[in-house]
């Protein structure tokens, strides 16, 4: 399993994650991460952008 992390779209934050999530692959995280914000999968992909974690980058908006 890999991680995932959820990124706002278009914004200078986007070095951060706001959330991470382990999953098989980048479309189950797209869809747990809708389903959290209680998105269409299109509107969720209108806000925000899903990528896959590295261990070298794993600071969130939260951590810094």
Request: hydrophobic share 40%; net charge positive; charged share 20%.
């Amino acid at each position: 399993m890999a991680k995932f992390g959820m990124y706002t779209k278009g914004t200078s934050e986007s070095t951060n994650h706001i959330n991470v999530v382990e999953m098989t692959d980048k479309a189950q995280a797209e869809a747990y991460f809708a389903g959290v914000k209680r998105l269409t999968l299109e509107q969720f992909r209108n806000l925000f952008v899903v990528r896959e974690v590295n261990a070298t980058n794993s600071k969130n908006l939260l951590l810094g």
